[in-house]
Structure formats: C-alpha cells, structure tokens
C-alpha cells in the first residue's frame, strides 16, 4: 500500500514537472514568434583573451528543437507511469529523464558551443544512466559502458572544436561564423572534429552499433529517447555550425559520405534484426 502510494507521488511530480517545462517551453517559443530576442549572456570567467560565457539565444532551429522535446518528453513520463509499474528505481528513473530534458534544453539554447557543450555533457551522463538502469544485470551495465566510451572519444573531437574556434575567431558564438570566414585550411579541421562529435552522438558511421546495445535500458528512454532526442543532438550540432563548415567542399564531402555510408549500413543492418528494439535503432540511425 505505501509502496503504491509513493509511486503514486513520483510520478505526480514527474508530471507536473514536464508539464510546467512544457508551458514554459511554448510560451518561450510564442514571444518568439511574436518578434521578441530572446538571448541571455552571462560571463563566467577570462583566461588570457578568451572569455568564457554562459549563453542562451532562440532561433528557428531552436525552437523547432525545443517543441519536439517537450512534446515527446511528456509522452515518455506519461507512458513511463504505466511501463514502470513496481519497478524499483522509479525515482532514480524519473529523476534521470528530467535531468535529460534540461540537458537537451540547454544543449539547444545554446548560444555558443561552450554552452552547448554543458548540455551536451548532461545529455551524455543521462544517457549514459539511463542505458544503464537495470544496473543489476550484466549486459545494461556493459553496454552502458561501451556507450560511455564512445561518448569520451567523440567528445574529444568537440573539444578541439572548441578550442580551435576560440583559437581562430576569439570566441565560440555561433553568431560569429555568418559573420567572419576563414580560410579552407582552417574550416576544415574545425569541421572534421565537429564531424567526429556529430557522428559519435548520433550514432552514424563508424560508431552505429552503440545505438541497438542502448536498447538494454527501459523501453520509454532507449526507443524514444534515442530514437528522437539523443540520436539527433549531433544533428543539431551541425545545424548550429552549418555557416562554418558549408564554406568548405571538402568538408561537405566529409559529412555526406558520413551520412550515405551510414544510411545504407543502418538500412541492411536493420532488415537482419531479429527483435523490434534493433529494429527501432537502426532505423533511427
């Protein structure tokens, strides 16, 4: 009886925390559209002639990502209330998947990339916990692990990215790539890690087989989730940079042999998949 009343309580919080997220979502999103800018910037500190902020700022892209993640956050906290009936871990569960929507949030207010490598980050660690659920089995932990690695790796290609740009254009706002160009060689390598980072959080080539070991978390986080959310942060990343790398051919050729290559593995991969969950995840790659 208690253990049916507090699981009750959890999810009324869980709910009534998305749909607080989702009104301040759209009402954000509705003073946009009626022409307000809606940027904040905040320094957090120098070092040397780099400056470091905390910056939001709305945009097309933004807002479109936004709306999508508040629409399919609350279907998976809602559906989540059923799936995870006498589960144990519930609050860990949805405690997780708030701290996701704030990473994916962040991640797509981002102003520039050292913001959106915050949300970045929390939507790693998130991911991360959430493939990794089930922590007493041996295969959710393992695969979560392998997950994890890949996300280290790819994570160092923005980094660098980072890191490069603060090092070319003195500052990491996106703002600033329709405004100044740089030279080919030195597009390219900005582009090539972007590349590298884009394509370990989305799941494209090489690192698609990460996506289908990601099913072993609960059903909602890992079908949903990473079928519509997680899986296209990469995608969004390179939306935000597109003035960067779109000047460069090389680059371009870069990302769409990444993306066709990717395209016709996931296709005959995913028509050999014995069970719906791999189906799902190659299908989203």
Known sequence: MFARFREININRVAMTGVVLFNLMTFYQVALWMQGQELGFKQPLFHWDDYQFDFSLHMDLVSAVFL?????????????????????????????????????????????????????????????????????????????????????????????????????DYGSTDFHLLTVYSLPAHQILPVALMLLLSASGKSGQFPFSFWIPRAMEGPTPSSAIFYGALSIHAGV???????????????????????????AILATLLGHVQSNIKGQIGYGSV
């Open 236 to 262: 969004f990343l390179l939306l935000r940079t597109m003035p960067l790398w779109d000047s460069s051919l090389a680059a371009r050729v870069c990302i769409g042999l990444v993306g066709a290559i990717t």
């Open 67 to 167: 709306c999508v993640t508040a629409v399919l956050g609350a279907l998976v906290i809602r559906f989540s209330h059923a799936y995870m009936h006498r589960e144990p871990g519930q609050t860990r569960f949805f405690s997780t998947l708030m701290l996701f929507l704030a990473g994916m949030s962040a991640l797509e207010l981002a102003g520039d990339i050292d913001t959106l490598f915050m949300g970045w980050e929390l939507v790693g660690i998130s991911s991360f916990a959430l493939i990794g659920f089930y922590r007493h089995r041996e295969f959710p932990v393992r695969n979560a692990l392998k997950v994890y690695t890949i996300y280290r790796i790819c994570d160092i290609g923005l980094l660098v990215g980072a890191y490069l740009q603060h090092h």
